[in-house]
């Protein structure tokens, strides 16, 4: 069940380009979370109003040298409330609702191969997935792209723990241009492999990948993201259109029918 | 010293406190159990009911201004039937008093959904939702004009014998005469104020960020705008006054409180803190112990100037 806690801030790390891995401790919220949950974070004091919501990045576990009990998120600096949680040092309170939303669902078959497709900080849920997949299904393989080069966040832990092929829209690193070309390449080359498609990134790289996943009939839970004023479901600020069961398309809340939802049902 | 007494008396509806939840920042109320008791809140605004279910405007439905946020939801919800179905029977067992929020898009949508409510029983009260500044098909339009208001209340009025409450727009020149029109349609009380209407712009992309265009301002920002228009409608009309705009804390609650309002209901703050109705109601209490305040009747209307008799 979620909570709304105070705790405060263990570690806030800048991992260069603006991306950032806030560590707090909440042993009470993470004990039963799932990858691809996420946290409404909230500054005491702040200007800022409303809370904002972050995919947990790693659990207890997760990344083997943090203590125990403490989480972590991985956020980029893109506006105020981001750049004031950049400012936070160890001790600094924050209240934390969580853990909120659905999560990432593993593969039905033990021989499935994760297939993680992320997107610059989109690569956020990813850690806490790799890790509670490890040794449950084959070594996942890794579709990364950003901007360029620093824009990796976590590049090589994700490099010691999948199969990874990198793109960079500036070439910097890796393919030069989109994720979709790595990925119809891997899909290409290994047509008799079953892959589980599990997405995060930005809105039309999710439509982009989504829609390769459905033609080809590949299983894809993609995480949205969406402003969302409270995060548990009654703001119903977060929607995006689906379609039902009965092929009418509707509103399907982000914070609560998601973030994670089936590319299928996307009506884009 | 005895705990102070925050019983409020909103005509026949008896609150066991003045804080009340606004409609649309609090769902249908289930929605909060996790994190706070419904019991112990004086009642609850559900979200705006309508005849048939709605699926709402397209996203970006929200944005967040300083102190405040822009939302252009629609009036998404389940529709009046599937709400007597699968929330009411739920909520009968809360002992918490169910406001239902109506929405009509017509004055015949208005009246079969508060025919429907009286009739499934469990509703406390009845609030108008005159004054939605985010669909085309009726709300403000309504509210915004005194003998539209007048005629949508009047039949609302003969729909139902329940409490009957108004909401009123604060899109308006002056808010006495919607107050005014409302009461005399036969409204037992008013609440006030839904969103102020406003926008905001996406500067690198050009445009809106609302898909909508326009959405309405909530919180802390409209709270001075929404305790002047109390203060203005206390003194216009006789009905209890239900006040709301940006409350994060007790001493905005007795903001209200002091221009007139006998009750207050919580909207955004909801969202900030899904048990800040109930922090709000603690403060209050211990507001007023602090200052030996026996009773929140004292401070209703306490910053009033006295009541002149007007002769015409």
């Known amino acids: 069940m979620s909570r709304d806690i105070t705790t405060s801030v263990l570690a806030n790390t800048d991992l260069g380009n603006g991306n950032w891995l806030l560590e707090f401790g909440s042993p009470e919220l993470a004990s039963g979370m799932r990858p691809a949950q996420f946290f409404m974070i909230g500054i005491p004091g702040a200007a800022t109003l409303l809370r904002r919501p972050y995919s947990v990045c790693g659990l207890p576990g997760t990344f083997e040298d943090r203590p125990d009990g403490a989480v972590q998120v991985l956020y980029k600096v893109v506006g105020h409330g981001t750049g004031l949680l950049s400012s936070l040092a160890p001790g600094a309170p924050l209240t934390v609702l969580g853990p909120l939303g659905n999560g990432f669902t593993p593969p039905d078959d033990p021989e499935v191969t994760p297939l993680f497709v992320a997107g610059g900080i989109g690569s956020a849920p990813f850690p806490a997935l790799a890790a509670s997949y490890e040794g449950r299904f084959p070594k996942p393989v890794m579709i990364y792209g950003a901007r360029g080069a620093g824009d990796l966040a976590l590049s090589d832990w994700f490099g010691e723990r999948t199969e990874m092929d990198i793109s960079t829209d500036d070439g910097s690193v890796g393919h030069h241009g989109r994720l979709t070309d790595p990925l119809i390449a891997r899909l290409d080359r290994e047509p008799q492999r079953k892959f589980k498609m599990y997405v995060c ?3 039309p790289m999710l439509e982009a990948v989504g829609k390769i996943a459905v ?6 839970e993609l995480s949205l993201e969406a402003h969302m004023a409270c995060g548990f479901g009654v703001c119903l600020g977060c929607v995006v259109p689906v379609r039902r069961a009965d092929e009418t398309t509707g509103y399907d809340r982000v914070c609560m029918e998601g973030p994670v939802m089936s590319a299928d049902r996307m009506a884009w | 010293m005895s705990k102070p007494d925050l019983s409020v008396d909103l005509g026949s509806l008896k609150l066991r406190n003045p804080i009340l939840t606004a409609s649309g920042t609090f769902g249908y109320g289930l929605e909060f159990e996790p994190y706070l008791k419904l019991s112990e809140l004086g009642g609850f605004v559900t979200k705006g009911l309508s005849p048939k279910p709605r699926e709402g405007n397209p996203p970006p439905r929200i944005v967040e201004t300083p102190a405040g946020m822009l939302n252009t939801i629609g009036l ?5 039937d599937a709400f007597i179905e699968e929330k009411l029977p739920l909520l009968r067992e809360r002992d918490t008093a169910v406001i239902a929020n ?10 079969e959904v508060c025919q429907k409510l009286e009739q499934a029983g469990g509703i406390a009260a009845i609030e108008l939702n005159v004054s939605c500044p985010n669909t085309e098909e009726g709300g403000m339009i ?9 005629k949508v209340t009047a039949a609302s009025r003969a729909a139902t014998s329940l409490p009957l409450i108004v909401k009123l727009s604060p899109n308006v020149t002056d808010i006495r005469v919607t107050a005014r029109a409302a009461v005399e349609a036969g409204a037992d009380m008013l609440s006030l104020v839904n969103t102020f209407v406003g926008m905001a712009m996406d500067v690198e992309r050009r445009r809106p960020v609302l898909k909508n265009i326009s959405g309405g301002l909530s919180g802390p920002a409209i709270r001075p705008l929404a305790v002047w228009l109390t203060w203005q409608v206390a003194q216009a009309v006789d009905v209890p006054l239900i006040g709301m705009g940006g409350i994060a804390s007790a001493e905005d609650a007795i903001e209200f409180l002091l221009a007139g309002a006998t009750a207050v209901q919580i909207g955004t703050s909801n969202f900030v803190h899904p048990d800040g109705s109930i922090r709000i109601l603690r403060e209050l209490e211990s507001w007023m112990e602090a200052r030996n305040i026996s009773s929140v009747k004292e401070l209703i209307g306490a910053a009033l100037p006295p009541r002149r008799e007007v002769s015409s």
């Open chain 1, 201 to 203: 990134g930005p809105e």
């Open chain 1, 215 to 220: 033609q080809r009939g590949i299983p894809c």
């Open chain 2, 76 to 80: 998404q919800n389940v529709g009046v």
């Open chain 2, 102 to 111: 109506v929405f009509g898009e017509a004055e015949a949508g208005y009246v």
């Open chain 2, 142 to 150: 309504f509210g915004n004009d005194a003998s539209a208001l007048a």
